[in-house]
């Protein structure tokens, strides 16, 4: 059986990605959420870790950014804005 602190990690990963993508093209979480179709309030809740995001919704946060879904779910630190753990 997974911890509850399994999950809040893979969410404030995900978040830690999704926020590093978006400052790195310089966005606002506005713009962002604009682009994907998405309220700016679950644009601020995912990427702080605090909701456990749909497929659909990381497609469209993913096509919003020109990247794959894989990349926001990338756990090596080769990514832009990378932060070390």
Known sequence: ????????????????????????????????AERATLHINYVSAVERGLKNISIVNIEKLAKALGVTMGVLVDESDSRPGAQHR
């Open 1 to 32: 059986m997974k911890k509850p602190t399994q999950d809040v990690y893979v969410q404030r990963l995900f978040g830690e990605n999704l926020k590093a993508l978006r400052k790195a093209q310089e966005l606002t979480q506005e713009q962002l």
